[in-house]
């Protein structure tokens, strides 16, 4: 008959899978949320996907009304709607219009 001796902690090996699982698996989880995400973020990935030209960005609002340009007149909305105007008269100068 065998008699079981002390058993003591492997210390090493405890933090060694600790750091393993406490940093791999979150960066997998990222890396894979990035791997997989199919929507469109920035102006980058606008310009890699597609030969036009990005004339200009509009940002979301959250909320329940949706005249935020009224309302705000000097707000971060109404402004980048205003360089897309902008934007917009200056790429289409001197070509003929389409709507009148």
């Keep these: 008959m065998q008699t079981a001796g ?8 405890n933090y060694i899978l600790a750091l393993v699982a406490g940093l791999g698996f ?3 989880a990222f ?3 990035e791997v997989f995400n199919v929507r469109i973020q920035s102006r980058d990935d606008i310009e890699k996907l597609t030969t036009i ?3 200009g960005g509009v940002g979301h609002k959250h909320g ?8 705000s007149p000097k707000s971060a909305i109404a402004e980048s709607f205003r360089a897309l105007r902008s934007n917009l008269s200056y790429f289409m100068a001197g070509k ?5």
Excluded at 6 to 13: E, H, L, N, S
Excluded at 96 to 100: G, H, R, T
């Design 31 to 33: 890396l894979l949320l």
């Design 53 to 55: 030209p990005f004339i």
């Design 96 to 100: 003929p219009k389409v709507f009148s």
């Design 26 to 28: 979150p960066l997998l």
């Design 64 to 71: 329940e009304n949706n005249l935020e340009v009224l309302q």
């Design 6 to 13: 002390a058993i003591t902690p492997k210390i090493t090996q």
